[in-house]
């Protein structure tokens, strides 16, 4: 059964703070996926990653960052948390040409106050 | 701009009868479709897809319409079950070889028993 695990279910961090989100899964994909998702605008890609070490800037990549130095592991880095990033935090990864499968996990809800 | 439009952010059904979800897009360069399913506190799964070649895909009581013309796809589900209730996403794969989605806001089903 295919898994993708994201470390925390529910965060609270003060503004101004640098916040580390992983995201693992074990199904040996190449890529990876960062999204957030807000109430009435759906879900939005921040960052993905199709490779160790390669990343690509999404819709939405301001004030965020990204890690990937293993292939199962894929990072999102809030370089200072602030209050407009409160959301729901989504990782996602599939295999090369198979962008229709993209397997997401359980999501993160980050509270910056 | 937005490309994949969801214009109903909320439908109400009884138990037992259809459920028809829409989506619209702007991009004819889009080839694949895809609908998620999401419950609250747990990621998006995947519930059925589309080619542009095709314009009907059925998976038991799941069935997506294409309606290439007027770029515009449904989501039927008949018939309507209260553990339908949750929030489905429409969403598109860039073209180009892209390995990315694109979704539309939501729209969040209620199916009343």
């Known amino acids: 059964d295919v898994k993708v695990t994201q470390s925390s279910r529910y965060l609270v961090k003060r503004t101004g703070e640098k916040v580390f989100l992983e995201c693992v899964q074990d199904m040996d994909h190449e890529n990876m996926f960062w999204y957030r998702q807000d109430p009435g605008l759906g879900l939005r890609l921040i960052y993905f990653s199709y490779d160790v070490k390669m990343k690509e800037k999404g819709d939405i990549p301001e004030g965020y960052s990204v890690s990937r130095e293993k292939k199962e592991r894929f990072s999102l880095i809030l370089e200072s948390a602030s209050t407009n990033q409160t959301s729901m935090y989504l990782c996602?990864?599939?295999?090369?040409?198979?962008?229709?499968?993209?397997?997401f996990g359980p999501g993160t809800r980050l509270t910056v106050t | 701009d937005q490309q994949v439009k969801q214009n109903s952010p909320s439908l109400s059904v009884q138990e037992g009868r259809i459920s028809i979800l829409n989506c619209d897009y702007t991009n004819s360069m889009f080839d694949y479709f895809l609908w998620y399913k999401k419950y609250p506190a747990e990621g998006p799964t995947f519930l059925i897809s589309?080619?542009?070649?095709?314009d009907k895909n059925e998976d038991g009581r799941f069935t997506v319409f294409l309606n290439k013309s007027a770029k515009h796809l449904s989501l039927h589900i008949v018939p309507s079950q209260p553990g339908d209730s949750a929030v489905y996403f429409c969403a598109a794969i860039y073209p180009g070889g892209s390995e990315k989605l694109v979704f539309g806001k939501g729209t969040k089903l209620t199916v009343n028993p």
């Open positions: 996602a990864s599939t295999r090369p040409g198979a962008a229709h499968e993209q397997y």
């Open positions: 589309i080619s542009s070649i095709k």
